[in-house]
């Protein structure tokens, strides 16, 4: 079958058949993990692992699986900003600042002292040892909010107070682990010189402009977008290819122009249009797109990246106290700033358990890392395994998380604000 479906992919015509499949399977295996009580994104995860490599190898990540997967996350993440709640947001402002905060100085700490115990010996053509074991921390570092977002939303728990922390502090996490990674690639690329601190400057300067820019674009077109939609109830159709060209060209400008993750530009464009009076048809028309094509694909995308080669004894020990690290130390971090900013113990874990998906987000930053020599070939299997099961980890620790005592969901108080949106 393998082989069959290889001939297929060598047609002009192939990717249908992968898009076949993974919209198949992804639906497929989101049915069967809702009948065990767990999320459907776990599902989707999974089927990535069974089409990829990592399994039967019937799907490989095609530019054009990559380009649907990029889309899928960029509308997922716009579909979050049009479900935010902003004077709830508001509200958890400074509790997601801590919580980021928190969340990148414990996991930076435990991926240094794990990368310590293993990591003692110079390797030619690399950064010295010391650099590569915080490297190993930076990596840690890094969130992929996108599985939260959609586990959250099919729970209905988006809008709670601790959704809105959670989606708050991984923006500002974002804009934390740039910084933190150009800081030591800039320090490694310079060879010890000083010439890396132009580059964190100008990293710094790029961030607050793209803030800058944002907020005043954000303004703007939320004015004119409201104000044009507000005087026709006439085809609808055309505001949602309006709000979607604003949705892309914010997620361009980010990260092309800023350097900011296009993820972070289209929650932006989301928030932009989240208290207009066109918010919950456009978030339907988006959330239909979004369930019947992009997600599946970017989803399934993140099992079909996964490739596992052989380990030494020794690999294989680092790569568990790695992933119990990556696991505990955004719990601990994140939970730990909830706490602090007077959150209940429940929201608290649940905060925690929020942040500990790694995503794709673990793998770019490793590659920048090894490409400049701060990292070692065989710790990519490590971070892999990393990557994998916090990402399909996140979704059951949060399934369990906002379950009450009784074994039912719990809900949570909303405010006036998010009951009446």
């Given at each position: 079958?393998?082989?069959?479906?290889?001939?297929?992919?060598l047609s002009?015509?192939?990717?249908?058949?992968?898009?076949?499949?993974?919209?198949?399977?992804?639906?497929?295996?989101g049915?069967?993990t809702?009948?065990?009580?767990?999320?459907?994104?776990?599902g989707?995860l999974?089927?990535?692992?069974?089409?990829?490599?990592?399994?039967?190898?019937?799907?490989?990540?095609?530019?054009?699986?990559?380009?649907?997967?990029?889309?899928?996350?960029?509308?997922?993440?716009?579909?979050a900003?049009?479900?935010?709640?902003?004077?709830?947001?508001?509200?958890?402002?400074?509790?997601?600042?801590?919580?980021?905060?928190?969340?990148?100085?414990?996991?930076?700490?435990?991926?240094?002292?794990?990368?310590?115990?293993?990591?003692?010996?110079?390797?030619?053509?690399?950064?010295?040892?010391?650099?590569?074991?915080?490297?190993?921390?930076?990596?840690?570092?890094?969130?992929?909010?996108?599985?939260?977002?959609?586990?959250?939303?099919?729970?209905?728990?988006?809008?709670?107070?601790?959704?809105?922390?959670?989606?708050?502090?991984?923006?500002?996490?974002?804009?934390?682990?740039?910084?933190?990674?150009?800081?030591?690639?800039?320090?490694?690329g310079?060879?010890?010189e000083?010439?890396?601190?132009?580059?964190?400057?100008?990293?710094?300067?790029?961030i607050?402009?793209?803030?800058?820019?944002?907020?005043?674009?954000?303004?703007?077109?939320?004015?004119?977008?409201?104000k044009?939609?507000?005087?026709?109830?006439?085809?609808?159709?055309?505001?949602?290819?309006?709000?979607?060209?604003?949705?892309?060209?914010?997620?361009?400008?980010?990260?092309?122009?800023?350097?900011?993750?296009?993820?972070?530009?289209a929650f932006?464009?989301?928030?932009a249009?989240?208290?207009?009076?066109?918010?919950?048809?456009?978030?339907?028309?988006?959330?239909?797109?979004?369930?019947?094509?992009?997600?599946?694909?970017?989803?399934?995308?993140?099992?079909?990246?996964?490739?596992?080669?052989?380990?030494?004894?020794?690999?294989?020990?680092?790569?568990?106290?790695?992933?119990?690290?990556?696991?505990?130390?955004?719990?601990?971090?994140?939970?730990?700033?909830?706490k602090?900013?007077?959150?209940?113990?429940?929201?608290?874990?649940?905060?925690?358990?929020?942040?500990?998906?790694?995503?794709?987000?673990?793998?770019?930053?490793?590659?920048?890392?090894a490409?400049?020599?701060?990292?070692?070939?065989?710790?990519?299997?490590?971070?892999?395994?990393?990557?994998?099961?916090?990402?399909?980890?996140?979704?059951?620790?949060l399934?369990?998380?906002?379950?009450?005592?009784?074994?039912?969901?719990?809900?949570?108080?909303?405010?006036?604000?998010?009951?009446?949106?």
């Amino acid at each position: 079958m393998k082989e069959a479906i290889s001939n297929v992919m060598l047609s002009d015509y192939g990717y249908l058949l992968y898009l076949a499949l993974i919209l198949f399977s992804t639906k497929l295996f989101g049915l069967l993990t809702k009948r065990i009580q767990l999320p459907q994104v776990v599902g989707a995860l999974a089927a990535g692992l069974v089409l990829g490599p990592a399994c039967f190898g019937l799907v490989t990540e095609t530019d054009f699986i990559k380009c649907v997967s990029e889309i899928g996350v960029v509308v997922l993440m716009f579909t979050a900003g049009l479900e935010t709640d902003i004077k709830e947001m508001k509200k958890t402002g400074l509790a997601s600042l801590v919580i980021a905060i928190l969340g990148v100085i414990v996991p930076l700490g435990a991926g240094w002292a794990i990368s310590t115990i293993f990591n003692t010996e110079e390797t030619a053509g690399m950064s010295s040892v010391l650099m590569q074991n915080i490297f190993i921390g930076v990596i840690l570092t890094a969130t992929s909010v996108s599985i939260t977002v959609e586990t959250l939303k099919e729970m209905g728990k988006l809008s709670s107070k601790s959704g809105n922390a959670i989606i708050g502090a991984a923006v500002i996490d974002d804009i934390l682990g740039i910084i933190v990674l150009t800081v030591i690639t800039s320090t490694a690329g310079s060879g010890g010189e000083g010439s890396g601190g132009g580059d964190i400057l100008m990293t710094v300067i790029k961030i607050i402009l793209f803030f800058v820019f944002a907020i005043i674009v954000a303004l703007l077109f939320n004015f004119i977008f409201n104000k044009w939609s507000g005087r026709s109830k006439k085809d609808l159709r055309r505001y949602v290819i309006i709000a979607f060209v604003f949705c892309l060209i914010m997620s361009f400008s980010a990260e092309y122009f800023f350097g900011v993750a296009d993820i972070t530009g289209a929650f932006v464009a989301g928030l932009a249009l989240s208290n207009g009076p066109r918010a919950n048809y456009l978030n339907n028309r988006f959330g239909t797109l979004s369930y019947m094509l992009l997600s599946p694909v970017f989803f399934a995308s993140i099992g079909l990246q996964v490739v596992l080669p052989e380990m030494s004894m020794s690999i294989i020990l680092f790569s568990l106290l790695l992933l119990v690290g990556a696991i505990l130390s955004k719990i601990v971090g994140c939970g730990l700033g909830a706490k602090l900013c007077r959150f209940s113990n429940k929201d608290s874990i649940r905060i925690g358990a929020g942040m500990v998906s790694r995503g794709e987000v673990a793998l770019i930053v490793a590659s920048k890392g090894a490409a400049v020599g701060l990292m070692k070939d065989e710790y990519f299997a490590p971070v892999v395994i990393v990557v994998v099961v916090t990402t399909i980890i996140t979704p059951i620790l949060l399934k369990f998380a906002y379950k009450s005592k009784n074994g039912e969901d719990e809900s949570e108080i909303q405010t006036p604000a998010a009951e009446t949106k």
